[in-house]
């Protein structure tokens, strides 16, 4: 099964801020790779797909990145609104697998 | 709109079954796969299986394999998932997700609000 790893697990930031997400593979999935945000409470919610595929109605303040093994989500000025849990998730191969999510919050 | 609307989760024993039922609308059922993702209480996302459109192929995570059975009915609009022998650690929010693009499971647009499972005895 491949791993997937995201760093850091905890984010603390202001509002304005520059903000970026990384997520390791434990083998190449190619440019196989979604962002999902949530929200306490809430059911996922899809930014980016194909690692740099922004998702319809999705700010453009996010962006993802990356291929291989390694992406990054940015989002490029922190809105109150992104207070949120992060998570990748690679669709190169199955069982699919979700990263283990990076809480984003206010500093 | 597109709306997914869980429903079958509950309270069971530890070895005992469930089965969750996930109602379709809002588009065309049979062209999109389906997934079943779980959050346990505090925890990340685990997907947990997924069904293709067309031979209705299924995946499995490993730690539901013979377990559980994921399946749908397209005349009805409805996804599935028969759970069986569940242990303490099923226990979690079980949501429906549909596929963005159709054919196999890979990302997932748009999800229900999930249902509660919960294994104690």
């Known amino acids: 099964d491949i791993q997937m790893t995201q760093s850091p697990s905890t984010l603390s930031a202001s509002v304005g801020d520059r903000v970026t997400i990384t997520c390791r593979a434990s083998?190449?999935?190619?440019?196989?790779l979604a962002w999902y945000q949530q929200k306490p409470g809430k059911a996922p919610k899809v930014l980016i797909y194909k690692a740099s595929t922004l998702e319809s109605g999705v700010p453009s303040r996010f962006s993802g990145g990356g291929s291989g093994t390694e992406f990054t989500l940015t989002i490029s000025s922190l809105q109150p609104d992104d207070f949120a849990t992060y998570y990748c998730?690679?669709?190169?191969?199955?069982?699919?697998?979700f990263g283990q999510g990076t809480k984003v919050e206010i500093k | 709109e597109v709306q997914l609307v869980e429903s079958g989760g509950g309270l069971v024993q530890p070895g005992g079954s469930l089965r969750l039922s996930c109602a379709a609308s809002?588009?065309?059922?049979?062209?999109?796969?389906m997934t079943w993702v779980r959050q346990a209480p505090g925890k990340g996302l685990e997907w947990v299986s997924g069904?293709?459109?067309?031979?209705?192929?299924?995946y499995y995570a490993d730690s539901v394999k013979g377990r559980f059975t994921i399946s749908r009915d397209n005349s009805k609009n409805t996804l599935y998932l028969q759970m069986h022998s569940l242990r303490a650690e099923d226990a979690a929010v079980y949501y429906c997700a549909k596929d963005r693009e159709g054919g196999i499971p890979d990302y997932f647009d748009c999800w229900g609000q999930g249902t509660l499972v919960a294994v104690s005895s």
């Open positions: 998730q690679q669709h190169n191969s199955y069982p699919l697998t």
């Open positions: 809002g588009f065309t059922f049979s062209s999109y796969a």
């Open positions: 069904i293709s459109t067309g031979d209705g192929s299924t």
């Open positions: 083998q190449s999935i190619s440019s196989s």
